[in-house]
């Protein structure tokens, strides 16, 4: 049995040396007494990598000045120093990655593949590996071996939290507080590993869900993706300059709860709706029947149907909602 094996969640040993890290017997890796990791490095220090920092350096899961992060333009290395989010930012991202003993990739699907193929020469052998990305199947899938190259693991999560706002600015520490966070491990994944990404998101006020990849995508495509397309639509349709005179003035609370979500990042969107295009688009094509179900009842002009309608959907939410412990306003 190894000592994570015998460890409450983010315990390591308590010994009066370092020890040696167990995902890989070659391991470099050292933890320092009581301290889960030395290095904690966060490629993208946006919203989502932002939180993460905080909630770290909050939480002292890293060695003093042990939480890095890499970003792509030299001017937001100034905003990262300004919220605090990370101990030292670099546009360097070998310099990011070098001695990490954990790196978390929060940065746009499209780019988390290119992301990596860079910083392999830096990564550390035993390190760990995980994401942030709305999409599991294709991300796990492409860059699980990549990771491996290095002797390193790679377990995919998903923590379900975040906001329409962008950037490190809007960063929070509680951003993860009783959130669901998704962990995806495969028939590949070391077990040590994939319980120490667990540990730490629990040790972010998350609550973990194994899911298989192909399974979290599957459901998220429902409750995540399919709502953000309707919102976009919505606002999109709604507020149309060419539209109808005085729509806009008449768009009040209802219409701006509806739609929050549409002001999210249009480049992350776009990559989670093609990277989940196959379930999205079934997922679209079933909210399109019921859409046109309601149609008809509409112009039968059935009462019943359309009360039935309302009811249903009133008690399905109330019944969520009192289930739901998330301050995040996803």
């Not at 975040?162 to 960063?171: H, I, M």
């Not at 379930?279 to 039935?308: H, P, S, Y």
Request: a positive charge; charged letters at 20%; one cysteine or more.
């Amino acid at each position: 049995m190894s000592a994570l094996d015998c460890a409450s969640p983010l315990t390591l040993l308590d010994a009066s040396t370092a020890a040696i890290s167990i995902f890989h017997p070659a391991s470099s890796i050292r933890y320092l007494r009581r301290v889960p990791f030395h290095k904690i490095t966060i490629i993208g220090v946006g919203l989502l990598g932002g939180s993460i920092g905080l909630a770290v350096k909050r939480r002292k899961l890293a060695s003093r000045g042990g939480v890095g992060g890499f970003v792509r333009r030299t001017a937001s290395l100034k905003d990262c120093e300004k919220a605090g989010a990370v101990d030292f930012a670099t546009t360097d991202l070998l310099a990011a990655v070098w001695d990490a003993d954990l790196v978390i990739l929060c940065t746009p699907l499209a780019q988390m593949r290119s992301r990596v193929r860079e910083m392999l020469p830096a990564l550390k052998r035993g390190a760990l590996v995980t994401d942030v990305g709305s999409v599991k199947a294709s991300v796990v899938r492409e860059l699980e071996s990549l990771v491996a190259r290095a002797g390193a693991h790679f377990v995919g999560s998903h923590p379900m939290a975040g906001a329409e706002k962008t950037g490190v600015g809007a960063a929070s520490a509680d951003l993860f507080v009783n959130a669901i966070c998704v962990v995806t491990p495969t028939k590949k994944s070391n077990p040590a590993a994939v319980r120490k990404v667990e540990q730490f998101w629990q040790a972010l006020g998350a609550r973990t869900l194994r899911l298989a990849p192909e399974q979290h995508d599957l459901l998220v495509s429902r409750s995540s993706h399919l709502p953000h397309v309707v919102a976009a639509g919505l606002a999109g349709h709604i507020l149309n300059p060419s539209g109808l005179k005085h729509q806009a003035a008449l768009c009040a609370n209802g219409f701006r709860d509806t739609t929050r979500i549409a002001s999210g990042s249009p480049e992350m969107w776009r990559d989670i709706a093609l990277a989940n295009r196959k379930n999205l688009t079934k997922a679209l094509t079933g909210f399109i029947a019921e859409l046109c179900q309601f149609q008809t009842w509409l112009a039968k002009a059935d009462g019943k149907a359309v009360t039935r309608f309302f009811e249903t959907a009133k008690a399905r939410r109330d019944h969520w909602c009192a289930r739901c412990a998330s301050p995040s306003p996803e």
